[in-house]
């Protein structure tokens, strides 16, 4: 019998020495070292390569890496230099011609130059291009209005394009448009994505497939030099998990903190940061067919949702209420004078009984993540709440993201009244004239799943692409708005603010409304 | 022997075929293409069918399938939209990573469990048997993911004993003792329900055994209640037992899946959840089948020892 006893006390005795011994080792590493900042990314990145990847996780990283002809400044979604020193738009908006800074090298010892621009471009664009199969590119039709590059001198690129489209500078800006090394895309082919070379504040370092991501100071950059050794990227997928790490201390900055955890992060060892970006959360309402098509029930929608409920509880506070199609973000063409409709429920039934919309039965589709979605399902429920407070009666029918775009992408006649969405953008230009004009109706390749059309609209948003003056595409925007609100073809509801906890041994860093993660002023105690 | 070895390997052939026509079937009916998972909110019709086309998923479905099935004959079991690498160095690296944390929970649950299970048994009704049923009783109602949860807030964020997450640390030598600071609260967590399993099974058996009359005859002739219990009683009861930690080895490597997302261990089974959301297609597809003819060949390999133990089954 005594045997037992010893056994277990053994056991015990083994088990709690084990428990020590570990602890002590993984003790030491819980700090991390100075000058290299360790940052929790959402997911292992596809690729490095620019023009291959679609995901933000990944731009955070090739934002550090490359650099493109142009930038967005700091803090902004305007466009200033970065590769090319200068540019000239021809009268008629259809020809870019940019002068390249001199004496830049790749960080293979490659010079940059304007064959290197044409490669890239080409590469992309060009089907029989030698190296086109080191794709896909899934998002080169940013760049379809190209009709040619042409190297016009070592310093100078010339870019035709088809017709005269205002966007252009700032999808140059976009990781799209970042630009690789021509002599590592040949070197390495189709592994170039494992392999990235460009003109960054950093060079890659290496890769370990679900570890890290380590990228190392370029000390020749033309913009100077990083002030960290290094930073390493490590993806971890799930959230709870990354907060522990940030709380444990084993990594130093961490990003899409979820709006629940925010409070973990209150007091002086960490700073959480917020900043507003190009993205809006809305319903896309059928207005096509049943109540919808009725434009005062669109309204009685948008003033029957309680928007501030919805960022101020669900959100915790992570967005802003939403006033129109436009996010705020983009600040030279937002309409500041747009207030977003009230929270009044009164109203909302009185124009439903003007329509005659009470009790209309409305099928609203509600997806279960997805990118940019937030909280789908909690926001969901609580509209459908609201809705149903108003007088409608309200069916949710939920579907896994993938599933979800495939059901609402083409188009919600004959599926559903009202469905979930949420875009981030690079430019004032995409989401409306993807998502808003009659000629962007899904069964003509768009986005416009609710089928809204307005000619004024279509008027506006085709001017603003062709006119070259930023002031002049301003005016046209925020005119648009102003329809686009009264016409309600979608209930706007929030713009998210990206955010991010940094540890206190991190200074200097600030989130940008881009939603790219600059990192070459970071500084780590 | 060999003609039994023979038998059971060719009629695994047909079972492997049946796994990848089910999971290419399965990948071909779920709703949404790894087009629109690439492109998200860009996926326009046209987009997607440009992008399909560039991944060669535009051709019949049968077609597709004898590609599939040709090109992995060959060992190349092609390349995953999402990673970007060859399917096969993916899976095995995944997969070493899942054996290391399956095969020590496997372990710390054999041998946890019935020593449990005996010391119960043999203390029947006593205060050691009841405190380690209600122990064994609390693992197994607790579920694996809330307790890693619960140790990592409580091991990792508050007494920082051990690392949060990964396998290995970004800095520093990949020692064994680094290595098992990172694997002791994810075995851990995956080896509790299995170990509660394993002691209640082997408690049972232990009791059976216990009662027979050779027991009696042990003790009757003076052998020590040590050897009694460890070397006559637990001898007869491992031919019930052994059977019962088959089983547990198939569920603690299964249940690592959750294991291995909420401590972001770089397992197969986080690799396939990913790829599932992800749509890409080839990756689940290698990894299924790669898993599958292990668990084949797992199976193989039981059957063939227990019908070297027990000649009754070789028929």
């Known amino acids: 019998m005594s045997l037992f006893h010893v056994t277990r006390r053994g056991l015990l005795a083994t088990g709690t020495a084990l428990a020590l011994t570990l602890g002590v080792i993984s003790g030491a590493q819980a700090q991390t070292p100075t000058d290299v900042l360790i940052v929790g990314q ?71 130059d304007a064959e290197a621009v044409k490669f890239n471009f080409d590469r992309m664009l060009n089907e029989d291009h030698p190296y086109h199969n080191t794709g896909p590119f899934p998002l080169s039709f940013f760049f379809s209005s190209i009709e040619s590059t042409e190297v016009v001198d070592a310093r100078t690129v010339r870019f035709t394009l088809n017709g005269p489209y205002a966007p252009f500078l700032s999808n140059l800006a976009y990781p799209t448009g970042l630009i690789v090394s021509p002599a590592a895309v040949m070197e390495h082919g189709t592994e170039f994505g494992r392999n990235p070379s460009g003109t960054g504040a950093f060079t890659f370092g290496e890769w370990r497939s679900n570890e890290a991501v380590v990228i190392e100071a370029n000390p020749d950059y033309w913009d100077g030099a990083p002030e960290l050794q290094a930073v390493v990227f490590r993806p971890i997928t799930d959230a709870n998990t990354r907060t522990a790490e940030m709380l444990a201390g084993g990594i130093d900055l961490m990003v899409e903190v979820p709006p629940v955890a925010l409070s973990e992060f209150q007091g002086d060892a960490y700073t959480v940061h917020e900043q507003a970006g190009p993205h809006v959360w809305f319903l896309i309402l059928n207005a096509k067919e049943g109540p919808f098509a009725d434009v005062r029930v669109r309204q009685a929608a948008n003033y029957a949702v309680n928007k501030e409920a919805l960022v101020n509880e669900v959100l915790e506070g992570t967005a802003e ?60 429920t609580a509209i459908q709440a609201d809705l149903e407070a108003v007088g409608f009666d309200v069916k949710i029918e939920t579907y896994e993201w993938n599933t979800f775009l495939g059901e609402v ?117 | 022997m ?82 970007n690498r060859p399917v096969l160095d993916e899976v095995l690296e995944r997969f070493n990573a899942t054996l290391v944390l399956a095969g020590t929970a496997f372990v710390l649950c054999s041998f946890l469990g019935v020593i449990a299970g005996v010391i119960s048994a043999a203390n029947q009704y006593g205060a050691a048997d009841k405190g380690i049923t209600f122990v064994v009783l609390l693992g197994i109602s607790i579920p694996s993911f809330f307790l890693g949860m619960m140790m990592i807030l409580f091991f990792a964020v508050n007494l920082r004993w051990f690392p949060v997450s990964g396998m290995w640390p970004i800095y520093g030598d990949r020692t064994l003792g680094v290595l098992l600071s990172h694997l002791a609260m994810p075995a851990t967590a995956l080896a509790v329900v299995a170990t509660g399993v394993i002691a209640r099974l082997s408690r049972s058996a232990m009791l059976e055994v216990l009662r027979q009359d050779f027991i009696r005859t042990a003790r009757a002739k003076g052998v020590h209640e040590r050897g009694v219990i460890w070397r006559h009683a637990l001898k007869a009861a491992l031919v019930a037992i052994i059977p019962v930690l088959g089983i547990q080895a198939g569920f603690v490597l299964s249940g690592a899946v959750y294991i291995e997302i909420v401590f972001q261990w770089p397992g197969v089974g986080r690799m396939l959840v990913d790829a599932i959301l992800k749509r890409d297609i080839l990756l689940v597809q290698g990894g299924v089948v790669f898993v599958a003819a292990c668990y084949v060949v797992f199976n193989i390999v039981v059957d063939v020892a227990q019908s070297l133990l027990d000649p009754r089954i070789k028929t």
């Open chain 2, 2 to 83: 060999t003609g039994y070895i023979l038998k059971r390997l060719l009629s695994a052939v047909p079972v492997l075929i049946g796994i990848t026509i089910i999971v290419f079937l399965i990948m071909a009916m779920i709703p949404g293409d790894p087009a629109t998972a690439i492109l998200g909110s860009y996926a326009t019709p046209g987009n997607v069918e440009k992008l399909n086309r560039d991944l060669g998923l535009d051709k019949p479905l049968v077609q597709q399938y004898v590609i599939w099935l040709g090109n992995m004959l060959t060992g190349d079991f092609g390349t995953s939209f999402a990673l």
């Open chain 1, 42 to 112: 959402i997911a292992e990145p596809k690729a490095l390569d620019p023009a291959a990847v679609t995901a933000v996780n990944d731009f955070r990283i090739l934002m550090n890496v490359y650099d493109g002809l142009v930038r967005y400044r700091d803090g902004t979604l305007e466009v200033e230099p970065a590769l090319a020193e200068s540019w000239e738009i021809s009268e008629d908006g259809t020809e870019y011609t940019f002068t390249l800074r001199e004496g830049i090298k790749f960080h293979d010892g490659s010079d940059f």
């Open chain 1, 409 to 525: 992408n083409p188009g919600l006649e004959g599926k559903a009244d009202m469905a979930e969405m949420a875009w981030m953008t690079n430019d004032p230009d995409t989401l409306p004239f993807l998502a808003l004009r009659t000629a962007a109706w899904p069964d003509q390749g768009g986005f416009n799943s609710g089928y809204y059309s307005n000619p004024e609209v279509d008027a506006l948003l085709e001017a603003a692409r062709v006119a070259t003056d930023q002031d002049e595409r301003a005016r046209l925007y925020k005119e648009m708005q102003v329809i686009v609100q009264e016409d309600a073809p979608w209930v706007f509801v929030a713009n998210w603010k990206q955010n991010a906890v940094t540890s206190d041994r991190v200074e200097n860093f600030a989130l940008q409304p881009s939603f790219f993660l600059l990192l070459d002023d970071v500084v780590k105690k």
């Open chain 1, 321 to 380: 209420v939403a006033a129109g199609p436009t996010p705020p973000a983009f600040a030279w063409a937002y309409n500041p004078d747009l207030e977003p409709y009230p929270y009044d429920p009164d109203k909302a039934r009185e124009l439903i009984a003007e329509a005659g919309a009470e009790g209309a039965e409305l099928t609203f589709f509600v997806t279960e993540g997805g990118s940019g979605m937030l909280d789908p399902i909690a926001m969901g």
